[in-house]
Structure formats: structure tokens, C-alpha cells
């Protein structure tokens, strides 16, 4: 049933948008250089990323928190877990050991809307996840 809301809400975005015009973070690079690496690594006092959308026109992108996200948990953060669902991963900053929570709040949009990352405690990764640690 989830699959089916899914699938209509992407023919809806695509109607209103075009396809050519509609941009998944699946077209983003994948790949750091070292002069962007320092600036995308989470800082000490970031507890939360939520991402968003952009609208220029007819276009409607991932925002650069979205973006920021993206290449986080594909370079650097590790995955150390999925939840029951299967929509919420577990990572770990390797620098520092933090756990960090990725979910889509928005789910009833298509693909479970913007990504978040949020900070959780360990006594909580080890509550809601089973970790591959």
C-alpha cells in the first residue's frame, strides 16, 4: 500500500514539474575533494541537519542541507544500523563516535520527502536499533 502512495505521489511531482526538471539526490556527486571535506563534516555543536526543498521556476531540488547530507552518509559517517522499517538509518561519525539518525519526517511525500539527520544519544541508538558494530 505504502508502494502505491509512493508511486502516485512521484506521477503527481512529475505532472507538476516535468520529469526532466525534477532532481533526486541520486544526481548529486558522490565524491568529496579535500578542499569541501573540512567544511561538510558535522561541527561539535550541530545536533540536527533538516533538509528542505528548493523551487527556481519550474525546478524543484534538494536544498544544499539536503545535498550536505547526502554526501555525509555516502563519505563519511558509517552505518551501523537499520531500524524494523527499514526507512530510518543508524550512522557513526567516526571522529568523534556520535550517533546520528537518519529519517525522511515527511513522509508522505515522494521518497519520504527531505532527509534529517539528527544526533542520538548511544543509550538510544542501542534502545531502537541493533547495531553492526
Same mark, same amino acid.
Given at each position: 500500500m505504502t508502494e502505491l502512495i509512493i508511486l502516485d505521489l512521484l506521477g503527481l511531482v512529475e505532472q507538476l514539474v516535468g520529469q526532466?526538471?525534477? *532532481? @533526486?539526490k541520486s544526481t548529486y556527486p558522490k565524491k568529496l575533494n579535500n578542499k569541501n571535506y573540512k567544511m561538510m563534516k558535522i561541527k561539535p555543536f550541530e545536533t540536527e541537519l533538516k533538509g528542505?526543498?528548493?523551487f527556481s521556476g519550474s525546478k524543484v531540488e534538494l536544498d544544499n542541507v539536503s545535498k550536505r547530507i547526502d554526501l555525509l552518509i555516502s563519505n563519511y559517517l558509517i552505518e551501523v544500523g537499520v531500524? +524494523? @522499517?527499514g526507512w530510518n538509518k543508524l550512522y557513526k +561519525?567516526?571522529?568523534n563516535n556520535r550517533y546520528?539518525?537518519?529519517?525522511y519526517p515527511? @513522509?508522505?511525500l *515522494?521518497?519520504?520527502g527531505a532527509p534529517q539527520l539528527k544526533s542520538v544519544s548511544q543509550e538510544d541508538a542501542e534502545k531502537r536499533y541493533i547495531l553492526k558494530e
Open positions: 526532466e526538471n525534477f *532532481h @533526486s528542505g526543498w528548493t531500524d +524494523d @522499517s +561519525d567516526p571522529e546520528w539518525e537518519l529519517n515527511e @513522509s508522505e *515522494h521518497g519520504g
